[in-house]
């Protein structure tokens, strides 16, 4: 079972890709800008093909698809892309979603080289397998293989965690061949954006493609090394604990049609410091990328343009978004669970009686860890509340002796909750705009009846969470009426 989830996560990894153009040359390029750097010499008897398919299901929504196709000039188009399903109301019947990702035309020496690959790998003896799952295993994933070969036969093969010899190698091969690159210009694009890369790059560094982000490597020691990234996840920025990031912006579709189709990307640019542990072995041209690494950063960002359909709205940090909106909504609800109810999630530590009253330490709390004061305190929180306003919450704690330091500690007091009418969920509904600058997150809170030990969550309220700036310019919430109401 460990064994097959190992597998499942590193196959899932290599697998996990997503957003390339399509460029045609006799060595095709997975990117403007860069040229492929897989082993184009395949041993074996090549298989002349018309088509053929090969995909991967897992525990994703998505299923990622490798699919090559004979064009009539000889030549070939690979297309790496995600397929989902969904149920169409109007023809009664599944129909399939597919989301481009990256594609390749070649011309008849890049067919060539693909049935080489195709003939390494022994794909005829494929057919007619029917991988049954091994006994034990419970998750993991199945794929299968089709073609039409150039004689008119066909070949079919399939699996659930039990592949025919060669498959993984395969897919391994293609998603290389599709998605990476040696960076050959400074003009470098996707499917969505472009940008200016530094001269120093050609010829050094190497281009990766991956779900929702490209790395930028280079090899060390017979290994690649990521040094920069170009985040564009759909759900908000990549969150970075470090200062070496920066958010570009969000590309939006142009046209309405397009956004029926097309997600927005949040656009953030971050080094990856992983190549200082090997700085000593870098050459000359590595040394002098990596030492303007931070430098060459920021004119990347600022060179970043939309394309095929996007366009670029900067981030002046004016807009609250939704991911960051949720974000901030579950870490300031976590401070209030810290605050009212700790002895709930004491995690097996035993309280101490202060003054008659039990009380846990609050430096056990995870991320509150090293805070032993309440103006210590009341600084955490003016990350997630408006200054005023978390100074208003723990001098009440500590009038009501919930909060009290103690021989250097800060102790919150043991509250457990009386009954499970506390216990329920949230979700976050809509953001209002409420002024300049100024935000009210509408957030529907539901929890059971006392004694309802079902859990059913019958009683559902809305409630108006106002959020602005504070002096750092984070977006902080003024006033948090769900402590009043949940309490």
């Known amino acids: 079972m460990k064994q ?40 074996g008897e090549a298989v002349l093909f018309e088509n053929f398919k090969m995909s991967l299901r897992g525990m994703r929504s998505q299923n990622p698809v490798i699919e090559g196709v004979k064009n009539q000039n000889g030549g070939l188009r690979l297309e790496y892309y995600f397929s989902s399903s969904y149920w169409d109301k109007t023809a009664n019947q599944p129909k399939e979603k597919k989301m481009s990702i990256c594609s390749l035309e070649g011309d008849a020496v890049f067919y060539t080289e693909i049935a080489k690959l195709l003939g390494q790998h022994q794909i005829k003896k ?59 210009s400074v003009n470098f694009a996707t499917d ?35 040094i920069l990234i170009i985040h564009e996840p759909s759900y908000g920025y990549y969150q970075d604990s470090g200062n070496k990031s920066i958010k570009i912006g969000v590309l939006r579709p142009v046209d309405q049609i397009d956004r029926e189709e097309k997600k927005p990307r949040f656009i953030t640019i971050r080094e990856n410091g992983a190549w200082e542990n090997y700085y000593a072995s870098l050459t000359q041209a590595q040394k002098a990328i990596c030492d303007k690494l931070a430098e060459d950063k920021s004119t990347i ?40 109810l700790q002895g709930e999630y004491a995690g097996g530590k035993k309280p101490v009686t202060i003054g008659g009253k039990s009380y846990l330490p609050l430096a056990d709390w995870g991320y509150l860890n090293n805070i032993n004061s309440a103006e210590a305190l009341i600084r955490y929180m003016g990350h997630y509340f408006a200054a005023e ?81 504070n002096a750092a310019g984070e977006f902080v919430f003024t006033a948090f009426p769900y402590w009043d109401t949940a309490r």
């Open 4 to 43: 097959s989830l190992v597998v499942l996560i590193l196959v899932a990894a290599l697998i996990a890709l997503a957003g390339c153009t399509a460029v045609k040359g006799q060595v095709t390029n997975p990117l403007p800008g860069s040229r492929n750097t897989s082993n184009r010499s395949s041993a």
């Open 126 to 184: 494929w057919n007619g397998f029917r991988g049954n799952n091994p006994p034990g295993i419970l998750d993991g994933e199945s794929g299968s293989f089709e073609a039409v070969l150039a004689d008119g036969s066909s070949i079919s093969a399939s699996g659930s965690n039990n592949f025919p010899s060669g498959f993984r190698g395969l897919w391994r091969s293609l998603r290389e061949r599709v998605t990476t690159g040696e960076i050959t």
């Open 192 to 226: 969505a954006y472009f940008v200016t890369l530094p001269t120093a790059w050609i010829g050094e560094v190497i281009s990766r493609r991956g779900e929702g982000l490209t790395c930028f490597e280079i090899p060390i020691k017979g290994e690649k090394q990521t």
């Open 301 to 340: 960002a600022a060179s970043l343009k939309g394309t095929n359909g996007y366009t670029l709205v900067p981030e002046d940090g004016s807009v609250l978004h939704e991911a960051d909106a949720r974000r901030l909504f579950d870490k300031a609800r976590s401070l209030w669970l810290s605050l009212y």
């Open 389 to 469: 306003y978390a100074g208003q919450l723990i001098h009440e704690a500590v009038t009501d002796r919930r909060l009290v330091e103690y021989n250097g500690t800060l102790y919150i007091a043991d509250d457990k909750i009386a009954d499970n009418a506390l216990y329920g969920g949230y979700s976050l509904k809509e953001i209002r705009k409420a002024g300049e600058g100024k935000y009210v997150l509408v957030v529907e809170i539901w929890k059971a009846a006392a004694g309802d030990k079902k859990y059913t969550y019958s009683a559902k309220e809305e409630i108006f969470f106002p959020v602005e700036k």
